[in-house]
Each structure stands twice: as C-alpha cells, then as structure tokens.
C-alpha cells in the first residue's frame, strides 16, 4: 500500500522554474517506480518522467533538458525540478506510484496516485 501527497505547484511565467514534490507513506517505497503525470483540462493524462528503483529515469520528449526527476529513499519523497516552464506545461501533475516497478508511459498500470498539484504556465 502507498499514500501519495504532491505539492510544489503554482503560478509561474515562462521560462520559470518549479520543483514538485511527491511525499509517500509506505517501507516498499524503494521498491517503485515512482512516475509523474500531467493532465490539462479536456486532455488525457500524459507522461512527464518516470525514476525505477534502480535509479535510471526516462522522460517525454517535450520535457526532456528541461525536467529532472529525483528520489530520497530514506525520506519517502520523489521530486520533479522543471525549468524553462511553458505556458504548455499547464496541468495537474500526478504523482504515481508502480509496485512492479515496470515505470511505463501508460497511466493506467500505475497503482497508486496523489490528489494533484496545480501549475500553471503563464505567457
């Protein structure tokens, strides 16, 4: 079982930068692919990057140079530092937690999700 909390969001201008922060409950914490997501009004929810227990992390290509995904094992907490922030980068991002550790682009196999933290990208 894994509790998910997200904060770090706001309003920001383009070309900011913001650091989004996951706070989980749970010892198999390590054990997860941890995965943030975002979705804007109307769309569906899309990848934004995805760290594995083991420590490699992959991103969409949209965020890519400009996103950097973290984790603190030893404080249950997984971190998304954006930068250069466009009015595009407007959503909710989720948080998402993967107990097989797969860490896949697809929503729908993560398992356990936060209530979201809003962004929003002003031009």
């Known amino acids: 079982q894994l509790q998910l909390v997200e904060s770090g969001g706001g309003l920001v201008q383009a070309g900011g930068s913001l650091r989004l922060s996951c706070a989980a409950s749970g010892r198999t914490f390590s054990r997860y692919a941890m995965g943030w997501f975002r979705q804007a009004p109307g769309k569906e929810r899309e990848f934004v990057a995805v760290s594995w227990s083991g420590g490699n992390a992959a991103y969409a290509d949209s965020m890519k140079g400009r996103a950097t995904i973290s984790r603190d094992n030893a404080k249950n907490t997984v971190y998304l530092q954006m930068n250069s922030l466009k009015p595009e980068d407007t959503a909710v991002y989720y948080c998402?937690?993967?107990?097989?550790?797969?860490?896949?682009?697809?929503?729908?196999?993560?398992?356990?999700w936060g209530q979201g933290t809003q962004v929003t990208v002003s031009s």
């Open positions: 998402a937690g993967d107990s097989l550790n797969s860490g896949s682009r697809n929503y729908a196999l993560y398992g356990y």
